[in-house]
């Protein structure tokens, strides 16, 4: 099997949708002899919003540490081997098409999903790398997810927000029970949630396994520093260290909270302070990208996944500190559908911005000219453009070298400006 018969077979996994369950997971790795049980030290990120982030930071963090260091995340921005990653490594072309050929013999007859085929493949191959620390995070949820069928170490609970409300609940208390369930008897637990709504499931779950619960803002207390474009930076101090000015090519004060819980589990697992410095100033050395990450100059131009309401949110409040050094903003955005696109509007209105809304490379898009009739029923001109490749060359061409470009909303638009710049 070639790699790109491989994603022929992985593709049209797609017509089965989402189904949420661990039966299907535990067949298909029991074929491929037991992966999961072969990962080291494994580290699991669920939440709304961050994990991405933490995710990356602790790969990094473990990476300097001198561990082989596996990464599992999604979805991809270009290609489908950036899902899983061995020391910043993707997955090579052949190593894919040798496991999707194992899975189509063995689980022959068996009716799997996308995500769930990934899953099998990526805990096989960091199997076969024998890595020794693996950071999983979750697809869309926690309880049901394919990943929950990993006995892990450390369980993560980033953020929780109103996101995939269908699958998950329509109540942040309903979201973070289902994420909560990530948590196994005897792991160690680490959140950021505050909100007391939310919160609460994830402390109710964590002493009904007798999980000692750690939580960023109590157990991690942190001052920002420096908010810049790609570098942030803060004084973080743990209940058993203090990095004084520590750095992390990010944008944003929101972020202050990921680094803290990456810090923490990190501390928690014996790494060294001199190497969780060194690994997040390394942190886009994981395939990181895409979060306000800052691909031109005169205009500037950041490219961004956000992609729900409390995702935006914190993008628009990173971004609102730099304002007034800019003449005119345009934001470039473009959505799926499930996504709440008028909430996503309302935030993004604070810049004071031109909207350009486009067709994200999706059938599940939301078509560019519905975004333009929400903006305009919220008194927002917009200009509709088919592509976000199109509405980026044009502005590039019209707009002011004091302006600021805002391509934003999702994870198949960010791929889509990657690819067509080249970058």
């Known amino acids: 099997m070639t790699y790109k018969e491989a994603l022929d077979f992985l593709y049209p996994l797609h017509r089965f949708g989402i189904k949420p369950g661990l039966e299907v997971i535990r067949k298909l790795l029991d074929d491929l002899g037991s992966p999961d049980k072969q990962l080291g030290l494994v580290i699991h990120i669920a939440g709304t919003n961050g994990k991405g982030t933490v995710a990356a930071a602790l790969a990094s963090i473990f990476q300097a540490a001198g561990k082989k260091t596996a990464l599992y995340t999604s979805p991809h921005l270009i290609d489908f081997s950036e899902r899983m990653r061995v020391n910043g490594e993707s997955i090579p072309f052949e190593r894919v098409a040798f496991y999707c050929a194992q899975l189509k013999e063995r689980a022959a007859g068996t009716s799997y999903t996308f995500f769930e085929a990934t899953t099998a493949i990526a805990f ?4 076969d790398e024998k890595v020794d620390v693996s950071i999983i ?33 329509e109540s942040r208390a309903l979201i973070a029970e289902e994420k909560a369930a990530i948590i196994k008897k005897g792991c160690r637990v680490f959140t950021a949630v505050s909100d007391p709504e939310a919160f609460l499931p994830i402390s109710r779950v964590a002493a009904l396994h007798e999980a ?35 750095k992390a090519p990010l944008t944003g004060e929101f972020h202050a909270s990921n680094i803290a819980l990456a810090v923490m589990v990190a501390e928690d697992a014996g790494v060294a302070s001199a190497s969780i410095r060194s690994g997040l100033a390394g942190l886009l050395k994981t395939g990181y990208r895409a979060r306000l990450e800052k691909i031109g100059a005169n205009p500037d131009v950041l490219l ?21 050094r800019y003449r005119n903003v345009h934001v470039v955005f473009g959505l799926a559908l499930d996504k709440d696109a008028l909430s996503v509007i309302r935030e993004l209105s604070r810049l004071e911005c031109n909207f350009y809304p486009v067709n994200i490379p999706s059938e599940r898009s939301v078509p560019a000219a519905l ?26 061409a019209h707009a002011e070298p004091d302006d600021l470009i805002v391509v934003t909303g999702s994870f198949y638009l960010a791929g889509e400006i990657i690819a067509s710049c080249g970058l």
């Not at 096989?124 to 199997?127: D, E, G, S």
């Not at 869309?140 to 929950?148: I, K, Q, V």
């Not at 619960?213 to 743990?238: H, K, N």
């Not at 333009?372 to 976000?388: K, N, P, Q």
Request: aromatic letters at 10%; charged letters at 20%.
């Open 371 to 396: 975004l333009a009739r929400l903006c305009s029923a919220e008194g927002h001109d917009a200009t509709v453009f088919d592509t976000g490749s199109a509405a980026l060359e044009y502005l590039k």
């Open 137 to 169: 995070e979750t697809g869309m949820g926690g309880r049901l997810d394919a990943t929950n069928i990993l006995d892990s170490a450390y369980a993560v609970i980033t953020s929780i927000g109103l996101d995939h409300t269908d699958w998950l609940g």
């Open 212 to 246: 000692l619960l750690f939580v960023a803002g109590e157990d991690a207390l942190w001052t920002v520093l420096s908010p810049e474009v790609g570098d942030l930076q803060l004084d973080l101090r743990t209940t058993s260290g203090y990095y004084p000015a520590l």
């Open 304 to 324: 961004d996944v956000s992609h729900n309401p409390d995702g935006m949110r914190k993008t628009v409040s990173a971004l609102v500190v730099f304002r007034n």
């Open 124 to 127: 096989a191959w960091f199997a």
